[in-house]
């Protein structure tokens, strides 16, 4: 794997945990509104070397409660487990970030007892996979995906609303797929920095329509929030 970021410290990555944020470069997928442009293509940011990490973690000890590991993609890397075998040796909580592209990556680590935390982006309703994700997406691997994290008791869901592309139909449809599970969250989209650059500059959703949207969804969810505004 090549480790491409690290956040030293964050409260809002891991829910409930004062946690570090490892990204790993590299993604199936193709997203035009992705926010980490530079996790998909390479631009000649340095790598960081797992030694570093875990000599970083090791100092870490009694400080971080958890580490998050993000992308990119972390679950295209077959090593992946083996790096979160090295940090829950050094007695940190991981959570998970992932497209749900990999579902034997994940139900892997979950047998493994190696994630305590798993987040999953959900792109659009599942008939419009392959339009958000600008790739053929296996939709079977997804709702395989889906089925996994929602039996894992520490879970989330997610979607970026992002305008002109997240529609109250999506948000229904993704509502009734999803029925059931733990979290949901609605995260507001920011044109700051985006994979295709047509996306960046325009506009957000206002926080009234988010909250339209958190309205329509929430019933749906144990519980139903909106991040970003």
Known sequence: MIIKGLEKQTVLDYPG???CTIFLFGCNFRCGYCHNPELLT???RPEIQQ???LKFLEERKGFLDGVCITGGEPTINKDL???????KELGFDVKLDTNGSN?????????KNLIDYIAMD???PIDSYDIASCVKVDKDKILESVNVIKNF???????????????KEDARK???WLKGSKKFFIQNFRGIKTFDKTFENKKSFTKEELESFQKLMKPYFEKCEIRGV
């Open 122 to 124: 959900i792109k659009a």
């Open 153 to 167: 008791p520490e879970h989330e869901f997610r979607t970026t609303a992002v305008p002109g592309i997240f529609t």
């Open 51 to 53: 030694e570093e990490i």
């Open 17 to 19: 945990k004062l946690a």
């Open 103 to 111: 579902p034997d990556m994940i139900k892997s680590l979950v047998e």
């Open 42 to 44: 390479e631009d000649g």
């Open 81 to 87: 487990p083996e790096f979160i075998y090295k940090i």
């Open 174 to 176: 993704i509502s009734e």
